[in-house]
């Protein structure tokens, strides 16, 4: 059964960092992209971030290229964002997933996700 | 990047049929995607590639479309349908419609 659970949310100052982890079980980490997606309260999905297989490509939207950065550790089954420089639209819930190869980013499993919340 | 947009609610009676639409900006072909989240939960995978029922999900749920107009059908709907439906595109990065309310009369 695939797994993903992620930690390392909270309460943290605007202009300040955090940084996020899922762990990853029940399928061969190594061989799957990975995906950070948020929910800010009350509202929408928006994606995040993306990493291959190796950790060598990523991507990022415009919101947040330049201020989080992306990475993984598949010895851990682990995958971190990064959040530098974080703004008060940076709050919300953050979850990791994994997608179906064979069908493109499809986001067949989630996490339950962390919140981050971004407040003086 | 391609927007989707979705009426924001919907209100429907058990044993109703529901359609939830999503039109793209751009075409994205069939790579089209739904999802289910109810308050307080992770989304979770409905349908994929515009029409292909996700393992374990009902068959009441169907979807169709192509290029840039998609749909999500419910038949019949059933109480614990009450969710938000989102669509997600994968032809270029990710992105999500702003989602569709569904509540029951």
């Known amino acids: 059964e695939v797994q993903l659970v992620e930690t390392g949310g909270g309460l943290v100052q605007p202009g300040r960092s955090l940084k996020l982890s899922c762990v990853a079980s029940?399928?061969?980490?190594?061989?799957?992209?990975m995906y950070w997606i948020r929910q800010a309260p009350g509202k929408g999905l928006e994606w995040v971030s993306s990493?291959?297989?190796?950790?060598?490509?990523?991507y990022y939207p415009d919101s947040v290229k330049g201020r989080f950065t992306i990475s993984r550790d598949n010895a851990e089954n682990t995958v971190y964002l990064q959040m530098n420089s974080l703004r008060s639209e940076d709050t919300a819930t953050y979850y990791c997933?994994?997608?179906?190869?064979?069908?493109?980013?499809?986001?067949?499993?989630w996490g339950q996700g962390t919140l981050v919340t971004v407040s003086s | 990047d391609t927007v989707l947009t979705q009426s924001p609610a919907l209100a429907v009676s058990p044993g109703e049929r529901v359609t939830i639409s999503c039109r793209a900006s751009?075409?994205?072909?069939?790579?089209m995607h739904w999802y289910q989240q109810k308050p307080g939960q992770q989304p979770t995978l409905l349908i994929y590639?515009?029409?292909n029922l996700e393992s374990g999900v009902p068959a009441r749920f169907s979807g169709s479309g192509s290029g840039t107009d998609f749909t999500l059908t419910i038949d019949p709907v059933e109480a614990d349908d009450t969710a938000t439906y989102y669509c997600?595109?994968?032809?270029?990065?990710?992105?999500f419609g702003a989602g569709t309310k569904l509540e029951l009369k």
């Open positions: 997933a994994k997608d179906r190869p064979t069908e493109g980013i499809v986001f067949a499993y």
């Open positions: 029940g399928f061969t980490f190594s061989s799957y992209w």
């Open positions: 990493i291959n297989t190796d950790g060598g490509s990523t």
């Open positions: 751009e075409s994205v072909s069939t790579l």
């Open positions: 590639l515009a029409s």
């Open positions: 997600q595109q994968s032809w270029n990065d990710p992105t």
